[in-house]
């Protein structure tokens, strides 16, 4: 746990300054999907994917240190973590559409944003 709290700490800092639109490298998280737009940008129960994380970078696909998804948010929890078939958010499911639709602890994310559909 203490690797996490590091992160904890060390991203508090910076929760301002990171923001999508702010990091080059992420930029639009789903970006290589038209469909996804902003996860969790329109739906406050998401908060921002990545912002807390600094370690983030591109969600899951190029990122092998990606870790935990959500970890600063308890409805979040670990995605891809508990579920074996997620692993990489959308590296198997071109649409992306339903996050987390194997993962009964995630529900469907996106599925509260119209955007997202």
Request: net charge negative.
């Given at each position: 746990m203490a690797?996490?709290?590091?992160?904890?700490?060390?991203s508090a800092q910076h929760v301002k300054s990171f923001v999508h639109s702010?990091?080059?490298?992420?930029?639009y998280?789903?970006?290589?999907?038209?469909n996804l737009q902003y996860i969790g940008?329109?739906?406050?129960?998401?908060?921002?994917?990545?912002?807390?994380?600094?370690?983030?970078?591109?969600i899951g696909m190029y990122?092998?240190?990606?870790q935990y998804i959500g970890m600063y948010n308890p409805s979040l929890k670990y995605i891809g973590m508990y579920n074996p078939n997620l692993q990489y958010i959308g590296?198997?499911?071109?649409?992306?559409?339903?996050?987390g639709m194997y993962n009964p602890n995630l529900q469907y994310i996106g599925m509260y944003n119209p955007n997202l559909l």
């Open positions: 690797p996490e709290k590091d992160l904890l700490d060390e702010s990091n080059p490298n992420l930029q998280i789903g970006m290589y999907s038209p940008m329109y739906n406050p129960n998401l908060q921002y994917i990545g912002m807390y994380n600094l370690k983030l970078q591109y990122n092998s240190n990606l590296m198997y499911n071109p649409n992306l559409q339903y996050i």
